[in-house]
């Protein structure tokens, strides 16, 4: 079973950084498809942060961008979210996903706050 468990979320001032990190259960080959997502309110649908496309590409959300970096440590099974200048809006509950066996899987999600 695929498990994968976030971490590195909680309070920030606006204008600070965290780091997220994603552990997965499952290898993560060059080639996965994995990424951040973040849903900003309860009902809102998730919304792309960062991810790795199938091609080794990374792509990010246009309100992220210059300011978020994803990266991944191969050898740990690991997906990182490095966030920098963060404002108020980037407040939401932040998900890592990973396509494997032809499905998608997702963590159970960190609460990243942005708040003086």
């Known amino acids: 079973q695929v498990q994968l468990v976030e971490s590195g979320g909680g309070l920030v001032q606006p204008g600070g950084s965290l780091r997220l990190s994603c552990a997965a259960s499952?290898?993560?080959?060059?080639?996965?498809?994995v990424g951040w997502y973040r849903r900003q309110a309860p009902g809102n649908q998730r919304e792309l942060v960062a991810?790795?496309?199938?091609?080794?590409?990374?792509q990010y959300g246009d309100s992220v961008k210059d300011r978020f970096t994803i990266s991944r440590d191969i050898p740990e099974n690991t997906i990182y979210l490095q966030m920098n200048s963060m404002k108020p809006e980037d407040t939401a509950v932040y998900y890592c996903?990973?396509?494997?066996?032809?499905?998608?899987?997702w963590g159970q999600g960190t609460q990243v706050t942005v708040s003086s």
């Open positions: 996903t990973i396509f494997v066996n032809n499905q998608y899987y």
């Open positions: 991810r790795f496309t199938s091609y080794g590409s990374t």
């Open positions: 499952v290898s993560i080959t060059r080639f996965a498809p």
